[in-house]
């Protein structure tokens, strides 16, 4: 066991507890008498409340915060009084006597449910196997588990609980089988239960002469033993945070895991009893106090100890001795004998903080702090506190030392004015250094750590400052901030060669672009980057690099959309800017004096050094798309048209990057047709027809045609509404091309073409023809020919066709006689056709209801005559049945449940499942809607609908 150093005057002495007494009603109230009788308290939760279950005789009473009793029910007969009293998953579990019984008795009643008389009872049964008396009693939060502790040494353990509670409601006797997991002929004195993350709980046993742990689980063991020596009853408790036992010995308060014993905490005297509230122990101490001469009373004393951080919270002494004592609604309550109760309040974290800032006790301050969780910022305020504190000692270091754990919370300006004089140069140095490592250094932090460099001549340090990447993974500095220095003090020379060695290729290009003019030497490190570095850089700079240097800048977008190699093997430069580099090789390219440390003029340095690595030639490139690059040709129409060519040439061979992506080649392509259609001429006309025609498939036909459509390029039209199916517009070109001499020659031919096909272009044509004198007296017989196709292809109704041919004046009747007569004719013997049906129809009908009814009729006799059995084919004799079908059979052919007509049943039972399976579908108006919307003659299918009583239901 760890030993804790000192004894109970090595714990320091606070007053973190507020006592107050607590009045819980008028002197000699029921309350009152109730809470200063022999009691037995438990902290409960009862209906979703917080109260306190206090035992009294025969009786449980319910009492809220403010020790009113609220509720109460009987819980024993016969005198019966409680011992043990618990309360886990809303369960209230007591264990006591009762009447004459030898063996103690336990109860549980469900405090979820209450009647009159009380909460239900779910269980009264006997335990134990001897008239032991029941010493201990404790159970797993969730009631999993719950175990018994006797006087005679043994501990019985009850698995699956809750369980049997809820398996078997209504039995009361019903309790799981009993394991005896200690027997021993010493007392059991404390017991509970230790959850474990992957063994399930751990049952803690404590007797007068031994601590010993249990497993749970169907396969643990006799308990094992973890300390020989004992505790007495009332000083075990479990502290269920820390998961582990805890034990007031007289010579300290002792600690035990579910395997090995912890942590001891030394603490001299007699201890009566041990609890825990919330992080803290509270025990008491028995004393003996000499009130008179000759008789001495016995006397208590109560502690509380913080055991995380080592120090009292709380202590008085009771002359009296203490009663009775619980934690409940995040106070502590404690009565002595004779005397009102007294609620302790714990002080907040805030308070007891300032409390030991006060006392200058900031090392304890930060660990109070560091177990309650706090943030960086309130750490950072102790920190400071501390750090101030030191400082007005004049402990210079340790000041620092405090406020550079501060960094990043406490602004460096208030540590900064407290070291600017030159005697303290030393401790600000190694602040600063610190605030760069953090990356929390902004350029007047770097400027002064330099100066201060200057100032102590501690030249090994600077350099180790300016030359700090060569061994670091990390500057020590803003890289952005040195980079601008270099930069505003016109060092472009060092600028580039920070960008370029810590690989800030935006940087070096910012610099070589805006700064230098060297258009070309940014040209050649960009090709000597990765492919996508590349890519971003030149997207973001290519305006610029086009405007000053264009063909070699399309050059490059060409090899990146490409995959062409960006530049020759010998050639090629470093992409990666944290590679190692010697420090001799960056001293040379810095020009430094190796002597004196100091740079020296550095205005001829070459910023594009030649011995980098190589890159890699066999690695998979992801090509960019080439839409990404559209926005840099803005102004340089005659390189972007290149640079299109170029990739679609490439796309053709499946070389492309854009060859995966359907969009961004149509993008391409389209781009490429507008940069045809507005560069003008023939040539260009020519070259965009060509695309329309070769690569109809590779172009967004909707943005092809709003471009031919927005240049006036007809024949392009005339190729994208044919690809697009819009054969419409194309006809109705021709018919609007009144100028053209061939123009109903290319209407004829699109008809015999596409006609077929598109039968609403025959429609289209008669109306055309038909719109004026001129164009009907030309092509009469084409008007002819083309009713004639309308007619056999029944493309229109004959009312529509004439319809069509009288919106205007100008068909003559003549024109179209012949073939009205012929469909008059036709009209005329369909319907005496119909007519014949209808009157057939009718007579029938007639026929059927006339039978209906005589059959329907009972004056009217029937006469059968049939004289053998239409089932077995024999004479028929008495018992005879009829049916009205004409049908007669032996009444002992038929069946009994249900006589029907065997011949006829068949062709009835068909008929029925016909109209079952139509009045199903009569809810189906969608099924009914698609039918009529797929037909040619929709109204046939409506009038079918009627005929199959579609509309019966809705109508009735």
Not at 62 to 84: C, E, I, M, P, V
Not at 90 to 102: K, Q
Not at 302 to 309: E, G, N, P, T
Request: glycine share 6%; hydrophobic share 35%; net charge negative.
């Amino acid at each position: 066991m760890d030993q804790s150093e000192g004894s109970s005057s090595s714990w320091r002495q606070f007053s973190f507890f507020d006592a107050e007494p607590f009045a819980s009603g008028d002197e000699g109230s029921p309350e009152f008498e109730q809470l200063r009788s022999p009691l037995i308290i438990e902290p409960v939760s009862y209906s979703s409340t917080l109260s306190v279950a206090v035992a009294s005789g025969d009786t449980v009473h319910f009492f809220n915060n403010h020790l009113r009793s609220y509720r109460s029910f009987q819980a024993w007969k016969d005198n019966g009084h409680t011992s043990l009293l618990r309360q886990a998953a809303n369960v209230l579990i007591c264990v006591g006597e009762e009447g004459d019984s030898r063996l103690p008795i336990l109860k549980a009643w469900d405090l979820s449910r209450d009647t009159r008389r009380g909460p239900v009872l779910l269980r009264s049964v006997r335990v134990g196997q001897r008239s032991a008396l029941v010493t201990c009693l404790a159970c797993t939060p969730n009631l999993s588990h719950l175990a018994l502790g006797f006087s005679d040494g043994t501990v019985l353990l009850y698995r699956h609980f809750l369980q049997s509670l809820t398996t078997s409601p209504t039995s009361l006797s019903s309790m799981p089988k009993a394991r005896i997991v200690h027997e021993s002929p010493e007392p059991v004195t404390g017991l509970g239960f230790v959850e474990s993350d992957v063994d399930g709980p751990t049952l803690m046993i404590a007797t007068v002469g031994a601590i010993l742990s249990s497993g749970t689980t169907g396969k643990s063991g006799r308990a094992r033993v973890l300390d020989r020596s004992g505790v007495a009853l009332g000083c075990a408790v479990i502290s269920h945070d820390r998961r582990e036992l805890l034990v007031a010995r007289n010579e300290g308060i002792y600690s035990f895991g579910t395997s090995d014993p912890g942590p001891f905490y030394a603490y001299d005297g007699e201890k009566a009893s041990l609890q825990v509230h919330n992080h803290n122990l509270v025990f008491v101490l028995r004393e003996e106090s000499k009130s008179r001469a000759r008789d001495t009373t016995p006397s208590s004393k109560l502690v509380i100890l913080d055991h995380r951080h080592r120090w009292t919270s709380y202590q008085k002494h009771f002359s009296s001795g203490i009663d009775r004592m619980f934690s409940q609604w995040g106070a502590l309550y404690v009565q002595a004998v004779d005397q009102p109760l007294m609620r302790l309040i714990e002080h907040s974290i805030s308070a007891k903080l300032q409390v030991l800032s006060q006392r200058n006790l900031y090392t304890t301050a930060l660990a109070l702090a560091k177990s309650e969780g706090f943030n960086e910022a309130g750490l950072s305020d102790i920190h400071r506190l501390y750090g101030d504190y030191l400082y007005r000692k004049g402990d210079y270091d340790a000041a620092m030392r405090q406020y550079t754990l501060t960094l990043g919370q406490l602004p460096p300006s208030y540590v900064v004015r407290k070291y600017l004089d030159a005697q303290r140069i030393q401790q600000l140095v190694a602040y600063l250094q610190r605030l760069h490592e953090l990356g929390l250094a902004n350029p007047n932090h770097t400027t002064l750590l330099l100066n201060c460099y200057t100032k102590t001549g501690d030249l090994a340090s600077l350099d180790a400052f300016l030359n700090s990447e060569m061994t670091d993974d990390e500057l020590p500095f803003d890289l952005d901030t040195a980079i601008r220095v270099c930069r505003q003090g016109a060092f472009f020379a060092h600028a580039s060669f920070l960008a370029q060695r810590w690989g800030r290729h935006e940087e070096y290009l910012r610099i070589q672009i805006e700064d230098a003019g060297e258009f070309l030497a940014a040209l050649r490190y960009l090709r000597g980057l990765d492919r996508e570095v590349c890519t971003e850089n030149l997207l973001l700079y290519g305006v610029p690099l086009l405007a000053h240097a264009p063909i070699e800048t399309t050059d490059l977008v060409i090899d990146l959309c490409c995959g062409l190699p960006l530049i020759p093997q010998q050639q090629a430069v470093s992409a990666n800017g944290s590679g190692p580099a010697t420090g001799q090789a960056v001293l040379s390219f810095l020009n430094v004096d190796r002597v004196t440390g100091l740079f020296v003029d550095n205005s001829h340095i070459d910023t594009a050094p030649d011995d980098m690595p190589l890159q890699a030639a066999d690695v998979p490139i992801e090509l960019p798309s080439p839409r990404r690059f559209f926005p840099l040709f803005n102004d340089n129409v005659d390189q972007f048209r290149r640079f299109l060519e170029t990739v679609t040439n490439l796309d053709k061979e499946g070389n492309s990057s854009s060859n995966n992506d359907a969009d961004a080649s149509r993008s391409i392509w389209s781009t490429l047709l507008e940069l045809y259609l507005t560069a003008g001429g023939a040539d260009g006309r020519a070259k965009a027809m060509t695309l329309l025609r070769e690569k109809s498939d590779k172009l967004d036909p909707v943005l092809a045609l709003i471009l031919c459509t927005q240049t006036g390029f007809t024949p392009g039209c005339l190729v994208l509404w044919e690809s697009l199916g819009r054969h419409e517009d194309v006809l109705r070109f021709w018919m609007e091309s009144d100028s053209d001499p061939d123009a109903y020659s290319h209407i004829a031919k699109y008809l015999e073409t596409h006609g077929q096909d598109h039968h609403e272009l025959y429609a289209m044509a008669l109306r055309h023809l038909s719109s004026t004198p001129k164009l009907l007296a030309l092509h009469g017989e084409d008007v002819s020919r083309i009713l004639q196709i309308m007619d056999e292809n029944n493309i229109l109704q004959p009312l529509a066709i004439v319809q069509l041919l009288s919106r205007n004046s100008i068909t003559p009747i003549g024109t179209v006689r012949d073939w009205l007569q012929a469909k008059v004719q036709e009209n005329r013997g369909g319907i005496e056709s119909d007519k014949h049906l209808v009157s057939s129809y009718r007579k029938e009908t007639e026929q059927r209801q006339n039978e209906l009814q005589n059959i329907c009729d009972p004056d009217r006799p029937q006469v059968f005559q049939v004289t053998r059995c239409a089932a077995c084919a024999r004479q028929l004799d008495l018992p005879t049945v009829h049916f009205m079908c004409k049908h007669s059979y032996h009444q002992r052919c038929l069946s009994d449940s249900e006589p029907e007509c065997i011949l006829c049943a068949r062709q009835h039972s068909i008929l029925r499942e016909v109209r079952q399976g139509q009045k199903k579908l009569a809810d189906r108006h969608d099924l009914f809607v698609n039918e009529v919307h797929d037909a040619d003659n929709g109204f046939a299918v409506v009038a079918g609908a009627f005929g199959r009583g579609l509309w019966e239901s809705a109508a009735a």
